[in-house]
């Protein structure tokens, strides 16, 4: 694309949406290409280039023979033919492909896997298994080989294709002539800054660096290490920042007091028996996320009565991922919970002994303010839990808590002989362990008062994500050279003198290093799509390196300093060979690191402990005049992903809000400070706007309510209200950084929240909190009873004289009060899967079926995103999603238990999608035969033959059909919200008054994200999950190219299988008896959905396990029948006092299998209307 | 004494130097029309004593007179209002079905209601010109042709909802049955596809029972304009503006009769009067009665398996066939009462044809079915209970009848709920009361609270129930769009202009049925006393009338 007018009578003139140069100051006077352009803009043969249509020598042409003719003609058809072949795109070097039996040619149609590995936000990283087609990165799976991954995914790596095909990001450098008003942006090449830097960064060599400042993200990648040390060997007095925006690392802080060095954490939670959460954000937050998801889903999982299940104890302030599917959960504000924390030490180190000085600091330490009796008994009984446990027992605490509480941890840990078992610490990097945001602090006076000459920020956006407080951005300002990579537009490079663009992870060679050490290689998929983008390591490469007047545009390539720093680090043998052996398996083999006690006698621990303990901080409880603040993150982290349209609209955790960071209180409190918001029975259900202060600072949010938050705690979340970032990301949310102290520190007590002017809309995918005693949807029992009647089948003699068995999780729910539904029919899946009817279709091939482990959800929803990745499901906008439309395959529905919405019992996760029911609701009803019955058990959507009448979404009684009402795949999404704010409000309008039938096509180049192997439905056709059935028939005929007789177990996987953390859902062939799915379904906990229906769901749920402490609480032992009073039962509904599912039926005691009585479908009917 | 010519009256009456429909004084023995406790005596049909060519000269006659202005303005709005409908028909069909309120939990709402409610309404016509023919009940006369005509206008109204509510209305063909080299069929277990079925049959017989009862009618239509001609008594076309304004009219060159004479021509198929023709026209609309007698069953049974075979709470109820029928009836009985009387009002003599008598029985029916459908919502209560099924029963306990503000598990949509029960239950109670069913005014009131109650009626069946089904993760609402609203009363432009057009240029009653039940047609009218004292009141009433003229 041109940037340049070539049309004289329309120089001058440009359109400000088409080019964002020209936004960047609002100056949108002329635009040049180049330096060179900019000089000779009077005269000159490049003007006589640009006003001509057609490049010199186009027009000789015309005179020629037919032979020139015929040659030139050739030659163009030769150039088309190389320029549409899709390699033509493809990077320089070799790299590897995943699988050594693929070819290295491409195969048209096939896609190929690269390993590589993309680096976390503060640091960490995942391993990657990139899919591309033809040459485009288009999915995202975890490496199997990687220890973090082990090949599951997170939602950010699943989301980061879109990054490239972002028609938004920065395409070329821009370089703002002049200062301030008279300031104007100019085009700019590369080369044009290689030679400008060249001379420039010369400067610094007479100074030492004086006055350069460089300012990075908080990474930990070994090849960008070596960058800083060039850097700092060139020019000593360079500062270097690197910053993570959210806060500084507590826990790495913590841990570098107990340890005296700088530390890692390293959680093994699939050895834990026993794990004690303080607002841990482990499963959700995080380097290590995946890896404790995974450990967690694994100590959580029973694959059969024999396993063994851990227990969790949760004290917190807001939900989190392990505190929502805790046995024993307590709501507590977050300044409380260190007294918390404190208290349980107190009573381990008692009753343990051992701890030297960190008994006396425990001790003397003051709680100010008594722990509750509630509280306090459960932290008795969890005390002696984890004593119990000892080698096998974990406390873990939130990042946001305080530091010397998280040194505090990791002497609870060690009196519990955690380390080695359940954790383990690793060396951290120096950089990693210094608090970047102070360091910012420090440096900004320098910057006030103009003696930074040259400030380069390194993809960082420092002008919006710190805190307002400490006024970068103004200081920014002072500086005379700010120079920007950036991949997307931002705030900070919209003030750049030089703005230039950076290639995406995807794009571009470096290297990581994971939480545990593993040092992983990042390979480009796809060579940078606009020319020229240099990735972080090679625009410090070109900084660092002194070049000569002669070679001021030589450019390091990523490829050659990534090898040259790893020929330095690594001592191997064969280089080549061990390169590619990286390359290929996405990681360096013997890199990852022992776990150990930090190198350190317990003793040393303790002392180190006990001497910082008594400069902790509790505070006091908070009040509705003075509450809790706690600025957090989400999907969005720093505001990083804000143009990501998938993460805009994943739902977020517990509230399923999407395209907003309301700040969250629990409902008692909103009451109380007039804070409710309207519920969604309204047709535009808004938020009330409050504002928050915190020391003098404000800021204005709406706000919204969680069911189960400590009373008196607000939690906001940072990364929203981004202005300089693109369509969709652009004015989403609100900007909290205003009541941000300098710190960034991320509790605050004695905010002040009142009501503001004004109402904001909010959008939710799931507007019900309860389950409406519908106790049959998420069944729920405590461990005792599973262990007790799990492998129990009950016989039952059905309407028709036949006989049924009900496994455990059937005799939960509907099936043991209504008569089996039998058809009358001869249905090839009338009967039951261990006796399918002879040559029917079910006794062959493969069944398709799959598993939800409801035990191990976590709720994170990243199912959600690759299936998005994987099916080319469209993202609706806010607009839509308020209406209901939103498009998601996969949703995980989220129920509260209990009767009371500040103390909901427990917060359940339901994953659902297409049940794949064999006796199929839909199927029935559609009129044109669009949704039909596939011979392997899938419910086929014919998308060329629906007609859109929508019945079949209505007769699924899961309501997992999803209808395109617009043309949604092809819009462009605009991700805002009509904004109906008082005049004056300071809100940045982000309009969708565009519905997506009015709004412009998406452009060519996001097309090219969209898996091939997936139709791109159009508007009025309905769609729903498929299984990935897609993926089924690659599988296929995988299996007969390598000539296998059937399918092997886990040859495919489905996407949210693959991407699961926790391992949760399971997908194979049910006819295969030693398949997963089939033991995971033959599993005594394995129920179908409103199984009731008869519509015979393939996909089943297993009933969530509890596992209470006896001591807290009683555990039901016999779900089925509750004591001998039936009667009165009924009056409180189906729900035990603990809010946990259980099954009463007063005509159940009758044992009567007759046809009226057992026709009562729920128990919890008679409660409702007695 | 001077001889009274009813005719004269007519003709003057017809020539606008009497207006409106002259009030005869209670006759003593035969009264108002109205119904009479003495099971000895039946109402007259007809008032008046009319004879043979008073019911050809009202019928007629309004047909050839120039139209009063208000017809031309109720004509004009009409249009006006059915023009909303395309102009939205057009953007939903150019930008998508997202323009309407639906999303992924309500899938149906308005368009669906409005398909069961038009539907519902062209039920009557069949009804009272089938089941009402074979039951020989000969007060149906009155009002049979505008109910079939009705029924038609309704039946296009409900067909453009299910055609445009599909996602892709340019594949909506693949509905039929069209043979086709990839053998694909549609689904004949799709009960939307028995709605395709028949729907289009109750539209086909229906138009041709409609057709068919016009024919003699049209060739008197035919015969009166050609005999004008001859007479040379036809006079050239005037435009009349539709506003009272001293501008001369324009006279265009062609005679009306001419046109007519053309039009009935060719829609009276050849139609001589002959005893011939009329002995196959008798058995043929017989035997139309008998086969439209179970479309009147099953069209709306057909439609109600549109629900009752789904599984939604709320839909799958094996009540719905008898329930959607009887509420079909109800609802088309009570647009008919809404259009007739206020034409039996607007229009010259109308009354004497559609007679306090007529009005009295369809008050019974509509107390009758709106009863009727009253049980059915209790039934449903009783089901809910005695099936003992939790989501059935939250379907109708707490989605339907509880207020939000009741309970906090009552459902937004109680209003819709109960404003269902007072207009269809409630409202139709009193005419238990004689008073009130012989009231026009009273039962007009009534029916349009039927009318309303109806629709409400299919919209709480449709919304109420999907808006919370199963799953409480994916409970929604449903908000109607301008959209949504303006197609709506579109489609209500649409019926009214039709019908507009029906009674200004086709019978309204039919001629040659009416004069079979008025007392001229019974072959002992000269020897009846009764009748002959009649005559008398009649012709000191007539009397009096010329006196007065005088």
């Not at chain 1, 019945?951 to 997992?960: D, E, L, Q």
């Amino acid at each position: 694309m041109s940037r340049v007018d070539q049309c004289p009578s329309t120089v001058g003139k440009k359109d400000p949406k088409k080019d964002r140069a020209s936004t960047v100051n609002g100056n949108a006077q002329k635009l040049w290409r180049s330096i060179d352009e900019y000089a000779a803009h009077d005269e000159g043969e490049f003007q006589s280039f640009l006003s001509r249509e057609f490049p010199a020598g186009a027009s000789e042409m015309l005179a020629s023979s037919r032979r020139t003719f015929l040659q030139l003609m050739g030659g163009a058809m030769a150039l088309a033919g190389a320029a549409t072949i899709p390699g033509c795109r493809r990077p320089d070097h070799k790299i590897m492909t995943y699988s050594r039996n693929v070819p290295g040619e491409i195969v048209p149609g096939k896609a190929l896997y690269y390993a590589t590995s993309m680096p976390l936000p503060g640091g960490g990283a995942e391993g990657l298994l990139v899919k591309t087609n033809e040459g485009r990165p288009t999915f995202v799976e975890g490496n199997p080989l990687h220890p973090v991954n082990q090949g599951k995914s997170s939602a950010w790596s699943n989301a980061s294709p879109l990054s490239i095909y972002d028609p938004e990001r920065l395409k070329y450098p821009v370089f703002r002539e002049g200062q301030g008003d008279n300031a104007r942006q100019v085009v700019a090449t590369w080369d044009d800054f290689r030679a400008w830097s060249a001379s420039h960064f010369a400067e610094f060599d007479s100074t030492s660096g004086n006055g350069l400042v460089f300012i990075v993200d908080k990474k930990t990648s070994p090849t960008r290490d070596a960058m800083r040390a060039q850097i700092a060997a060139r020019w000593p007095l360079a500062q270097w920042i690197s910053y993570d925006p959210t806060g500084a690392d507590n826990r790495g802080a913590g841990l570098r007091m107990a340890f005296g060095q700088p530390k890692r954490q390293i959680l093994s939670l699939e050895n834990a028996d026993v794990i004690f959460s303080f607002a841990s954000d482990d499963l959700d937050k995080g380097a290590s996320a995946l890896r404790n998801a995974r450990g967690f889903g694994s100590a959580r999982r029973m694959r059969t009565t024999n396993d063994h299940m851990c227990r969790v104890y949760a004290v917190e302030g807001n939900y989190t991922p392990m505190g929502a599917v805790a046995d024993h959960r307590y709501a507590l504000a977050p300044s409380r919970i260190p007294a918390a924390i404190v208290e349980l030490a107190r009573l381990i180190i008692d009753r343990v002994g051992g701890a030297g000085p960190l008994a006396n600091a425990v001790a003397s330490f003051d709680t100010r303010g008594e722990i509750s009796p509630e509280l306090r008994e459960m932290l008795d009984a969890a005390a002696d839990d984890l004593i119990g446990a000892r080698g096998k027992a974990i406390v873990t605490a939130g990042q946001d808590l305080p530091a010397e509480i998280h040194a505090l941890v990791a002497g609870i840990n060690q009196v519990l002989g955690a380390p080695g078992k359940t954790v383990s610490y690793v060396p951290a990097g120096a950089e990693e362990a210094r608090d970047g945001l102070s360091d910012l602090a420090e440096m900004i006076g320098t910057m006030r008062a103009g003696r930074v000459k040259t400030c380069v920020c390194v993809e960082t956006n420092p002008c919006y994500d710190t805190p307002t407080a400490l006024g970068f951005a103004e200081a920014f300002d002072r500086v005379t050279n700010r120079i920007v990579l950036s991949i997307g537009p931002s705030e900070t490079a919209a003030k750049a003198t030089w703005q230039l663009n950076a290639a995406t992870f995807l794009e571009a060679w470096g290297d990581t290093e994971a939480d545990d050490g593993t040092i992983a290689p990042i390979q480009p998929m796809i060579a940078p799509l606009y020319d020229g983008a240099l990735s972080e390591i090679e625009l410090l490469a070109l900084i660092a390196e002194k070049r000569t007047a002669d070679d001021y545009t030589r450019q390091p390539a990523g490829y050659e300093v990534v090898r040259s720093v790893w020929q330095g680090r690594f001592d191997w043998s064969d280089f080549e060979k061990s390169w590619r052996r990286a390359l290929h398996d996405g990681l360096v083999a013997g890199t990852t690191y022992r776990g150990d006690n930090g190198g350190q006698a317990s003793s040393s621990v303790y002392a180190n402990i006990s001497s910082v303990l008594a400069s902790a901080a509790v505070g006091v409880n908070p009040s509705s005049d003075a509450l809790d603040v706690v600025v957090t993150t989400n999907n969005m982290y720093d505001g990083r992903f804000a143009n990501l349209p998938w993460l805009q609209e994943l739902p977020q955790f517990g509230t399923t809000v999407v395209w907003d960071n309301p700040a969250l209180v629990s409902p008692q409190t909103a009451e109380k400070l007039g804070l409710e918001p309207d519920p969604y029975t309204v047709k535009e259900p808004k938020a009330q706007m409050a504002k928050v202060t915190i020391d003098g600072r404000s800021v204005e949010v709406p706000v919204w309510i969680m069911p189960g938050m400590a009373n008196n705690t607000m939690v906001m979340f940072q990364g929203y209200g981004r202005r300089e970032v693109g369509v969709i990301g652009a004015g989403v949310g609100f900007d909290v950084q205003p009541v941000r102290d300098i710190m960034g520190t991320r509790i605050y007590t004695g905010a002040k929240v009142e009501p503001a002017r004004g109402r904001y809309p909010i959008s939710s995918t799931q507007n019900h909190w309860s389950m409406e005693s519908r106790t049959s949807i998420v069944r729920a029992v405590d461990l005792p009873a599973y262990l007790r009647h799990g492998d129990v089948k009950e016989e039952k003699i059905g309407l028709y004289g036949n006989k049924t068995e009900l496994n455990f999780g059937e005799k939960l729910g509907e099936l043991s009060h209504t008569p089996p539904n039998e058809s009358i029919y001869e249905n090839p899946f009338n009967k039951s899967r261990s006796e399918p009817a002879p040559n029917s279709a079910y006794s062959k091939g493969p069944q398709w079926g799959m598993n939800v482990d409801q035990g191990t959800c976590i709720g994170c929803a990243t199912c959600t995103i690759a299936c998005q990745s994987e099916n080319n499901i469209p993202v609706v906008g806010k607009t839509e999603v308020r209406k209901g439309r939103e498009m998601t395959w996969i949703r995980v529905d989220r129920y509260f238990t209990g009767s009371d919405m500040n103390e909901p019992g427990v917060m359940h996760h339901q994953p659902v999608m297409c049940q794949h029911c064999e006796n199929a609701p839909c199927e029935t009803v559609c009129p044109v035969n669009a949704t039909t019955h596939g011979p392997e058990g899938l419910n086929y959507m014919v998308y060329n033959r629906c007609i859109g009448t929508r019945y079949c979404a209505n007769n699924c009684p899961y309501k997992v059909r999803r209808f395109n009402f617009f043309d949604y795949a092809t819009k462009k999404t605009k991700g805002g919200y009509r904004s109906e704010f008082p005049e004056g409000t300071p809100k940045p309008e982000n309009i969708n008054l565009i519905p997506p039938r009015l709004r412009e096509k998406v452009e060519e180049i996001q097309k090219l994200r969209n898996n091939p192997d997936v139709t791109v439905r159009s508007r009025g056709v309905m769609e729903k999950c498929s299984y990935c059935i897609q993926r089924i028939n690659a599988a296929r005929y995988e299996m007969k190219l390598q000539d296998l007789e059937s399918m092997p177990d886990g040859f495919f996987q489905t996407a949210c299988q693959a991407a699961c953390p926790t391992g949760a859902i399971v997908f194979g062939d049910l006819l295969n008896d030693n398949s997963e799915v089939s033991k995971a379904a033959d599993d005594g906990r394995s129920y179908g959905l409103l199984g009731y229906l008869n519509t015979r769901p393939r996909t089943t749920y297993k009933v969530t396990l509890s596992n209470p402490n006896p001591r807290l609480r009683k555990p039901v032992e016999d779900p089925f029948h509750h004591g001998g009073d039936h009667g009165s039962e009924g009056e409180h509904g189906a729900e035990d006092s603990n809010g946990h599912a259980v099954f009463i039926d007063p005509l159940k005691k009758h044992e009567d299998t007759g046809y009226a009585g057992s026709l009562r479908v729920l128990g919890a009917a008679v409660g409702v209307h007695a | 004494m001077s001889v009274i010519n009813p005719d004269q009256i007519n003709a003057e009456r017809l020539a606008g130097l009497r207006r409106g429909a002259v009030r005869s004084p209670a006759d003593p023995t035969l009264g108002d029309g109205s119904l009479v406790d003495d099971p000895a005596q039946t109402a007259p049909l007809v008032l008046n004593n009319r004879s043979f060519h008073d019911i050809t000269e009202i019928v007629a006659g309004y047909s050839e007179k120039a139209p009063g202005f208000w017809w031309f303005h109720a004509l004009g709005f009409a249009a006006t209002v059915a023009s909303i409908a395309q102009i939205m028909i057009l953007y939903l069909i150019i930008t998508g079905v997202g323009v309407w309120g639906l999303n992924n939990q309500v899938d149906w709402a308005w368009d669906i209601t409005n398909f069961v409610f038009w539907i519902g309404i062209g039920h009557a016509g069949t009804l009272i010109s089938a089941i009402l023919c074979l039951l020989k009940q000969q007060w149906r006369t009155a009002v049979n042709r505008a109910a079939e005509a009705m029924t038609i206008f309704a039946v296009i109204c409900a067909g453009i909802f299910p055609g445009i509510h599909v996602g892709r209305v340019w594949f909506a063909w693949m509905l039929f049955p069209i043979p086709n080299s990839n053998v694909i069929w549609p689904n004949f277990r799709s009960p939307l596809l028995w709605d395709v079925f028949a729907v289009s049959t109750y539209a086909t017989v229906s138009l041709l029972f409609w057709y068919m009862g016009m024919i003699p009618d049209f060739a008197t239509f035919r015969d009166r304009a050609h005999l004008r001609l001859r007479q040379n008594k036809s006079r050239l076309v005037e435009l009349r503006l539709p506003v009272p304004l001293p501008l001369p009219t324009i006279k265009l060159p062609w005679r009306g009769d001419l046109v007519r004479a053309y039009f009935f021509g060719f829609l009276s198929l050849g139609w001589r009067m002959s005893g011939r023709h009329w002995y196959r026209y008798e058995k043929a609309y017989l035997i139309l009665a008998g086969i439209s007698t179970p479309l009147v069953l099953s069209v709306h049974s057909i439609v109600s398996f549109d629900f009752a075979t789904s599984i939604l709470p709320g839909w799958h109820t094996t009540i719905f066939p008898p329930y959607f029928v009887a509420g079909a009836v109800f609802g088309g009985f009570a647009m008919v009462l809404l259009l007739m009387i206020p034409l039996r009002a607007l229009l010259p003599n109308f009354a004497d044809l559609l007679t306090l008598r007529h009005l009295e029985n369809m008050a019974k029916i509509l107390l009758v079915t709106g009863t009727m459908v009253g049980f059915a919502y209790s039934m449903e209560f009783f089901i809910a209970w005695y099936g003992g099924n939790t989501f059935e029963w939250d379907a109708f306990i707490y989605n339907r009848v509880t207020p939000s503000w009741v309970s906090e598990r009552g459902a937004p949509y109680w209003w819709a709920y109960w404003a269902m029960i007072s207009c269809n239950v409630i409202s139709p109670q009193i005419f238990w009361f004689k008073k009130m069913r012989r009231s026009p005014l009273a039962i007009w009131i009534v029916g349009f609270f039927v009318t309303i109650g109806m629709w409400f009626e299919r919209f709480v069946i449709i919304v109420t129930s999907l808006h919370r089904a199963f799953l409480p993760g994916e409970w929604g609402m449903f908000f109607p769009t301008p959209v949504d609203i303006l197609t709506f009363v579109g489609s209500c432009g649409v019926f009214l202009t039709l019908f507009l057009l029906f009674i200004r240029f086709f019978p309204i009653f039919p001629i040659s049925e009416i004069k079979n039940v008025i007392p001229g047609a019974s072959p002992h009218d000269y020897h009846d006393h009764d009748h002959h004292d009649a005559h008398d009141a009649d012709a000191h009433h007539h009397k009096g009338h010329v006196e007065e003229a005088h």
